[in-house]
């Protein structure tokens, strides 16, 4: 059970921000909170590595964690850090940091958690 809120945790401060939301928290709260989400997303969260095999048309599987690191190979982890400053690799840095859905669905909660808080 420690393992699985270890790696997950990010999850429960998702749910927390969306309640901070819709019951209107302070905004310390939120600001907290998705800065909470943001970190998670981009740094802790369990996924694929992504990064462009030697072949230059297959992507690494190996695991890794948050949307922006590599996988245990040092040269990965230079890889998407160079995907993420080169502008000219924009392209081969959306197809590595989110190869699929579960990707793709961890970068729309770090974008949600940073996005303006709604005024009713």
């Not at 462009?52 to 040269?75: E, F, I, K, W």
């Not at 990965?76 to 995907?83: T, V, Y």
Request: charged share 15%; with cysteine; net charge positive.
């Amino acid at each position: 059970m420690g393992e699985a809120v270890r790696l997950y945790w990010g999850y429960i401060a998702v749910a927390a921000l969306i309640v901070a939301w819709s019951q209107q928290w302070s905004l310390p709260t939120v600001v907290a909170l998705s800065i909470a989400v943001s970190v998670y997303a981009s740094f802790q969260v369990p996924v694929w590595c992504g990064a462009v095999n030697r072949d230059g048309r297959t992507y690494c599987r190996n695991n890794a964690y948050g949307v922006l690191m590599g996988c245990r190979n040092r040269q990965h982890r230079w890889q998407k850090l160079k995907m993420v400053v080169l502008r000219s690799k924009a392209g081969d840095l959306s197809r590595a940091v989110f190869p699929t859905a579960k990707e793709k669905f961890n970068a729309a909660l770090a974008v949600g958690a940073c996005s303006p808080r709604s005024q009713q």
